[in-house]
RNA sequence: GCCCCCGUAGCUCAGAUGGAUAGAGCAACGGAUUUCUAAUCCGUUGGUCGCUGGUUCGAGUCCAGCCGGGGGCGCCA
């Protein structure tokens, strides 16, 4: 029997509690011995819920059978004597830890992994985040996949999986093949410097592509219909011809760039380039670990998909249907999904949804995927269910080391709405840039921190820096902090405040206590690591066992890919701190083995909120 | 029409495998400061958990049906 994860109080109780159960109920020895965390403080520190469900089983009374688990339990060093007192309500029994005993979990939770060491069986774990497209300035739509995608990465990592990021760029098809063509007819003609062009230029120039290659058929059917004068048929149909030609012009450029004609191929890696700076920046800035490496655009695939769609053909797996090649996955082992996936259109072109298949073969058949994780908003939650189902039937999502298939899970989330519930959009309804986002944040920031400095002088280079820190910290903060699926309102000053569940509120928690060893002589500073912990006072053991909660907090966040279970986590410990910080002095303590402990519990702290606010991708700071 | 998601305090939101009197933060009100950074802490006020049934000793949580909001649904990405 493997030892309990030995600093957790949670799964030492349990083991004691089931050693109890084993004794009082042999024939029930398998019962959830059910540890939880008291809701209340005042009732204890922890609880078992065990008497309930077992009353059922046995047909007693839940009463008695708390009454005979209390007599059989073996507590004694570990938490405060169980008497008939201990039992409350149905049959609620309550546990008080020892003060001794908390500071011996709390010594073993302080080690070099602090209660998370790399999992026995790590995964291959792919990760799909981020997804620009190629000539389309970034706005807030682009937000939450990075921010949340990274934060879900570094957990995984953190847990000690092998995690592959893939920034999946739309950077291939006939949109980009119309801007390519539109800006290589403009740079011909001298009236654009390719070498110069902007991403706000190229955000232009795809409008208009797309505006010159839209063919009003419709339009000009009606017209006919409604019996419009000459003129406006003539200049409708004029359009129409225009549109025809553009579109015609777009297609060639796609065959020319298939064949990678040097000429087109260097326009569209201009596109690319222009594109990727800006968006691999933009990642810098935001503290999200995605670089070149991670981008796998949608045309490293383009020479794949004819073959495998012709794999999918040979072996039945695809069929035709109204002209076009589909799988279907009506059978509930391919998510029994009504609507088919299309993996080849009429004319004989390719779709998105070719394209994420080829992805799903790529990365459980060469990358070794045993995990994949979509960080994509919720929308495209049949589009995936649809493209993993059919990857699912060709076989494709059958991982070739462990025969079993890759693990999908789609970490959906919802949309970033402005105060007036509606997408946010600037007040003239555009998108709104994410650089001018992230700028005006940092803005607010500064003149937080200015405001609040008070009579501290910080150098200007230093409060900058700060800003920074703060504004990106507010900015991921207010995108993990609730369940992401979610919509949420994007609103500058609650992210900004400095009270509740915020970035700086986190940020200044552990500022406060780097600030006391900072503080501290440098005797202290070495001995601290290594004290007694005694726990007495409230604030203490409150801030010890939210200490102790944090392994698996993290593990919960691996398995359900909801980060907001971490940060209000961490703000919980970063109340705690708070409370803690504010009752109970530390370097003024009354006496010296008193004042190690509680150097020991703030350094232990300190760890904590780093290491999870690291894992969140959150940037954290010395000073503010 | 079918499918997915959401509905909890005035506001913004937590509530894992069903467990005690449903919790935070903001706002409002009242306290604490010769500060280890008050960007803090303590307290008070505030709820028919969208509605109705069902399962259960026990339902915000599970099931069914409604209501309200958002999104998606064969050849756009």
């Known amino acids: 029997m493997p030892e309990p994860a030995s600093f957790d109080p949670v799964a030492v109780l349990a083991e004691r509690f089931r050693a109890a159960i084993a004794r009082a109920f042999p024939e029930a020895a398998d019962a959830d011995p059910m540890i939880t965390a008291s809701r209340q403080a005042n009732l204890g520190d922890f609880q078992s819920n065990a008497a309930m469900p077992l009353a059922k089983r046995l047909g007693k009374k839940p009463r008695e059978i708390a009454e005979a688990i209390v007599r059989n339990a073996d507590l004694g060093d570990v938490a405060e004597p169980l008497t008939k007192d201990s039992i409350a309500g149905p049959g609620f029994i309550n546990l008080r830890l020892r003060a001794d005993t908390l500071g011996a979990l709390l010594s073993r939770l302080d080690s070099p992994d602090l209660g998370l060491p790399p999992v026995e069986h790590p995964q291959t774990v792919v990760v799909d985040l981020m997804g620009v497209n190629l000539a389309k300035q970034m706005h807030v739509g682009h937000l939450r996949s990075p921010i949340i995608g990274d934060a879900l990465a570094r957990t995984l990592e953190r847990l000690g999986h092998r995690v592959i990021r893939q920034n999946h760029v739309g950077d291939w098809g006939l949109p980009i093949a119309m801007v390519t063509a539109r800006l290589r007819r403009l740079a011909a003609a001298g009236t654009i410097d390719l070498s110069r062009i902007t991403l706000d230029d190229l955000d232009r120039a795809y409008a208009a592509a797309q505006a010159e290659c839209k063919r009003d058929l419709e339009g000009l059917a009606a017209a006919r219909r409604f019996g419009q004068g000459p003129k406006a048929l003539a200049e409708l149909e004029e359009q129409v011809m225009g549109a025809e030609a553009a579109f015609a012009e777009a297609r060639q450029t796609l065959v020319k760039l298939q064949a990678h004609d040097p000429e087109t191929f260097a326009v569209w890696q201009r596109i690319a380039d222009v594109t990727m700076q800006v968006c691999l920046a933009t990642c810098e800035r935001l503290h999200v670990n995605v670089t070149a490496e991670h981008s796998a655009g949608e045309s490293s695939y383009a020479a794949e998909l004819a073959p495998m769609v012709a794999d999918l053909v040979s072996r039945g797996i695809a069929e035709e249907s109204e002209g076009a090649l589909v799988v279907r996955l009506e059978d509930p082992a391919y998510g029994g999904i009504k609507e088919p996936c299309i993996v080849r259109k009429t004319d004989g072109g390719f779709l998105y949804a070719t394209t ?19 960080v994509i908003d919720a929308r495209q939650n049949l589009h995936l269910r649809q493209v993993y189902g059919a990857s699912l039937r060709a076989g494709y999502a059958i991982n070739p080391r462990s025969g079993k298939p890759a693990e999908f899970q789609h970490a959906a989330f919802g949309m ?9 959009k600037t007040r003239t309804g555009d998108n709104v840039k994410l650089a001018d986002l992230l700028e ?17 002088e910080i150098p200007a280079s230093e409060r900058r820096a700060i800003a920074e820190a703060v504004g990106i910290a507010a900015i991921k903060h207010a995108d ?8 949420y309102v994007f609103s500058f000053d609650r992210m900004l405040a400095f009270e509740g569940n915020t970035g700086p509120y986190l940020l200044y928690a552990l500022v406060r206590i780097r600030s006391i060893f900072r503080n501290a002589d440098a005797a202290s500073q070495a001995a601290a690591p290594a004290a007694t912990l005694a726990l007495r006072e409230a604030g203490e053991k409150s801030l010890g066992l939210a200490l102790l909660r944090y392994p698996a907090v993290v593990r919960s966040v691996g398995e359900s890919l909801e980060p907001h279970r971490l940060v209000q986590y961490l703000f919980d410990l970063a109340s705690a701190f708070s409370a803690f910080y504010d009752a109970c002095p530390v370097l003024k303590a009354e006496t010296e083995a008193l004042r190690q402990s509680r150097l020991r519990l703030c350094h232990l702290t300190a760890r904590v909120l780093a290491d999870g606010l690291g894992i969140l991708g959150i940037p954290t700071l010395e000073r503010m």
């Open 480 to 487: 993990l902090c609730n369940d992401r699926i979610k919509d």
């Open 440 to 456: 005006e944040t940092v803005e607010r920031a500064e003149r937080a921190v200015a405001q609040r400095a008070g009579e501290r």
């Open 356 to 374: 994420d298949v080829a992805a799903i073969r790529r990365r459980v058949q060469k990358l070794g995927a045993d995990r994949l994780i979509y």
């Open 416 to 424: 970033i709405l402005g105060d007036d519930g509606r997408p946010f």
